[in-house]
C-alpha cells in the first residue's frame, strides 16, 4: 500500500493567505499557547473557504504576527500553531528540521530504537503521533494540516530518521473532528506481520497495522520498570494487558506467577509469543475475559494476588462521559484493589484526557473507602521521558498513574 494519497501542495509564503483573532483574543496565543480556537477567530466567508489543513499567516485583529499555522474552519481547535514567524516554508526541510530534533533527545534518552519519537505539539509538530520501532514507524496523522504533508513526512523519514517502512493508522476518533477519513496504510518496505521491540531489556511481538493505537503503548516504559522491580517471588496479575507489557516484564523480573487478562484474543496471542521469546512461559499465564466480570469472579472466588495492575482503556473520551466514567474508574479500581493481599501492591492508571490527576486520586480514594483499606502511596507519575509536555497544553499530560501498597 502507498502513503495516504497527498492533496495538491498546500503551502506557498508569497501567497499564504491571513486569518485574523478577533479584537482582544490574541493575548493567549501571543503568551505561547499553540491554538487558536474557533470562536476567537474572525471567521469571514474567506477564512471559511480555506481548504482544512491549509497553511495560514496567523495575526491579531491589527495585524500584529502571531506565527504560521495550519487551519481548519471545522473543529473548535481552528488554528495551531507551527512556527513564530508566518513566513516560514512548511516543506519537507521544515518537518526534516524537527524530526532531527525529536531524534536527538530521544537518543540521548535511550540506547535502543524503540521509543516515541513525536508527541505533536510538544515536539512542535502538531497533530502528529510517531512511534519508532527500529526500522519501522507507525504514524496518526491528526489534524488536516499534518494529513496534507504525509508525503512530505514519509521523505523526511526516510532521509532524517533512517526508517523504512511507515504505517500510518489513520483510524482515530479525533480525525473525524478534522473531517479525515479512517484508513490505515503503508509506505515503503511493506510490513508484514509483527515486528519485534526491546523495552527494558525484555522482547516483545507487536502488531502495527491492526493492534491498538500504534500497536504498542510506549508511555508506560518506566511504570512497567517500576512494577517488575516489585515483582520477584511475587503473584502478579495484568490487567488490561493488552500484549503483555506488564505481566511479562514482571515475570522476566523474577514473579513467581504473572496472569495476563485481556479480552483481545489476538493481543493475548502476541503475549504468549512474547513469554516464549523472553523464556517466562512457565511463569505466564493469559485469560481472556472482560475484566470487570473476570475481578468479580476472582472475589467470589477468593483469588488474590501480591501485585495487581490495572491499566484500562480511556473511560472518559468527552466532558459528557465525565460522571459515567469516573463511576466506571472506582468501580475498576475497588475490584482490583479487593484482589490483592494485604501487603500487596496496586498498580492503577487512567489514560483519560478529560480526568485529571485530582480527580484520579479522589476516585480511587473513594474506591479505598468503599473497601475500608488503607495503604500508602509510594509514587505517583504519567508517562515517560519521550511523551514530553507542552508547558501551555496541560491536555498533553493525559495519563495518571498511582503506585500504592496496601495493608
Excluded at 149 to 160: G, I, R, V
Excluded at 201 to 210: E, I, K, S, W
Amino acid at each position: 500500500m502507498a502513503a495516504p494519497e497527498p492533496a495538491p501542495a498546500i503551502d506557498g509564503t508569497a501567497d499564504r493567505p491571513a486569518i485574523r483573532l478577533a479584537p482582544g483574543r490574541h493575548k493567549r496565543v501571543r503568551a505561547g499557547h499553540p491554538w487558536a480556537y474557533s470562536n476567537e477567530i474572525a471567521m469571514t466567508r474567506e477564512a471559511k473557504a480555506l481548504p482544512p489543513g491549509s497553511i495560514v499567516r496567523l495575526l491579531d485583529s491589527a495585524d500584529g504576527p502571531l506565527g504560521a499555522a495550519m487551519f481548519n474552519p471545522r473543529p473548535l481547535i481552528s488554528a495551531r500553531l507551527l512556527a513564530s514567524d508566518p513566513d516560514t516554508a512548511i516543506d519537507r526541510e521544515f518537518l526534516s528540521d524537527r524530526l532531527a530534533s525529536a531524534l536527538a533527545l530521544r537518543e540521548r534518552l535511550f540506547d535502543a530504537p524503540y521509543y516515541r519519537l513525536a508527541w505533536s505539539e510538544a515536539d512542535g509538530l502538531p497533530g502528529l503521533v510517531l512511534d519508532r520501532y527500529g526500522d519501522t514507524a507507525a504514524a496518526q496523522l491528526n489534524t488536516a494540516g499534518m494529513d496534507r504533508l504525509a508525503e512530505e513526512l514519509a521523505e523526511a523519514l526516510y532521509e532524517t530518521v533512517g526508517v523504512r517502512s511507515i504505517v500510518f493508522r489513520n483510524d482515530t476518533a479525533a480525525r473525524a473532528l478534522e473531517g479525515l477519513p479512517s484508513q490505515t496504510s503503508q509506505a515503503g518496505a511493506p510490513v508484514e506481520g509483527p515486528v519485534e521491540i526491546v523495552e527494558n531489556g525484555v522482547r516483545f511481538v507487536v502488531d502495527l497495522t491492526a493492534g491498538q493505537k500504534t500497536g504498542w503503548f510506549y508511555d508506560h516504559r518506566e511504570n512497567r520498570a517500576r512494577v517488575a522491580a516489585l515483582a520477584r517471588d511475587l503473584d502478579v496479575l495484568d490487567a488490561y494487558s493488552y500484549v503483555g507489557g506488564f505481566g511479562i516484564q514482571a515475570a522476566a523480573a523474577g514473579a513467581r506467577s504473572a496472569l495476563c487478562l485481556d479480552r483481545s484474543e489476538p493481543a493475548l496471542d502476541l503475549a504468549a509469543e512474547s513469554a516464549k521469546r523472553n523464556g517466562v512461559a512457565g511463569a505466564c499465564g493469559f485469560v481472556r475475559g472482560d475484566v470487570f466480570r473476570t475481578l468479580e469472579e476472582f472475589a467470589r472466588e477468593g483469588r488474590r494476588f501480591d501485585i495487581v495492575v490495572c491499566d484500562p482503556p480511556a473511560f472518559v473520551k468527552s466532558r459528557k462521559d465525565m460522571a459515567s466514567g469516573l463511576k466506571g474508574y472506582r468501580k475498576l479500581i475497588r475490584l482490583a484493589a479487593g484482589c490483592v493481599r494485604a501487603g500487596g501492591f496496586l498498580f492503577a492508571a487512567s489514560c483519560s484526557q478529560q480526568v485529571d490527576a485530582g480527580q484520579f486520586a479522589e476516585t480511587l480514594r473513594g474506591a479505598l473507602r468503599g473497601l475500608r483499606r488503607a495503604g500508602r502511596v509510594l509514587h505517583r507519575g504519567g508517562a515517560g521521558s519521550d511523551h514530553p509536555i507542552h508547558p501551555y497544553l496541560p491536555e498533553s499530560a493525559y495519563l495518571k498513574a498511582v503506585l500504592l501498597q496496601l495493608d
